[in-house]
Structure formats: structure tokens, C-alpha cells
């Protein structure tokens, strides 16, 4: 009666062989899921300087784009500038983004962008989206 199954010496040998490749595989993918971060990130600020853009051509008005609670990291706000003070009140807001994965930091010289009623940005500016990498892995967005 013949039986069927695997030796233990071709157990040992698969079990090498599937070691030996994650090995090699696990620190590209820590790097693919890094990037993959980083390009959620930057396109998620992306969509939201759009939505600004947009809101501002759709309203025929001024709308800013700021910092949340101070920082870019707290999160990303649009609002209609209503009584035209700069500031962001109460009832202004038109969306909110959440901050961004801890991994993540955001800066820019400015707290604050604004677009005129063409789409047109009033004041040009830097935003530098990087994670905790080392060497030039950060993503930038420009506006011009």
C-alpha cells in the first residue's frame, strides 16, 4: 500500500526556501507601503487645494484653504470668507480634512492659501508633504 504525503526533509526544504524569500520580500514591502502613504497623502492635499479652487470659481468669492487648530499635521480646512476678515468663523467652514498619518509631516512657509473667484491663487507658495524616511522621499506641491 503505497502512502502519499510530503517527506520531512521536503517540508524542511519548502519551508527554507518560503523563509528565504520573505526575507527578501519584507523590506520592500515596508517601502511600498511607505510610498503608497506618501502618495495618499499628497493626493488627498491635492484634492483639497482643488475643492478650493473650485468652491471659489462655483461661489464667484474669495475661499481660503488653512491650517487646522494651527498646524498643517491638525488637518486641512476650506472655508468662505463670508464678511471678508480672513479669518475663519463660525458657520464659514465648507470641509474639513483630517491630519494626516503620524508618519507624516506638512510645512509651508504660509498658514493659509487664498483663490480668488477666477481659481486664481492670491499668494504662491511651497507645501512639503515628507514622512520619516531618510533622504529625499517627501513629495511637494507647488502652486503657482
Known amino acids: 500500500m503505497k502512502k502519499s504525503g510530503f517527506t520531512i526533509t521536503e517540508m524542511v526544504v519548502t519551508l527554507s526556501i518560503l523563509a528565504i524569500l520573505l526575507a527578501i520580500g519584507a523590506p520592500n514591502f515596508k517601502e ?7 502618495v495618499s ?13 473650485m468652491e471659489a470659481i462655483k ?15 491638525s488637518g486641512v480646512v476650506v472655508w468662505a470668507d463670508s464678511d471678508g ?16 498619518d503620524s508618519e507624516s509631516t ?7 492659501f487664498t483663490f480668488r473667484a477666477s481659481g486664481e491663487v492670491d499668494n504662491d507658495g511651497q507645501l512639503t508633504i515628507c514622512d ?11 502652486l503657482f
Open 32 to 38: 511600498f507601503i511607505s510610498n503608497g502613504n506618501m
Open 59 to 73: 461661489r464667484g468669492t474669495t475661499v481660503h484653504l488653512g491650517q487646522l487648530d494651527g498646524s498643517w499635521a
Open 85 to 100: 476678515d480672513v479669518t475663519r468663523d463660525a458657520g464659514e467652514e465648507l470641509r474639513l480634512w483630517p491630519a494626516f
Open 132 to 142: 520619516n524616511r531618510t533622504g529625499e522621499q517627501g513629495m511637494k506641491y507647488f
Open 41 to 53: 497623502n499628497t493626493n488627498g492635499m491635492i484634492g483639497a487645494f482643488n475643492y478650493a479652487r
Open 106 to 112: 506638512v510645512t509651508s512657509g504660509r498658514t493659509a
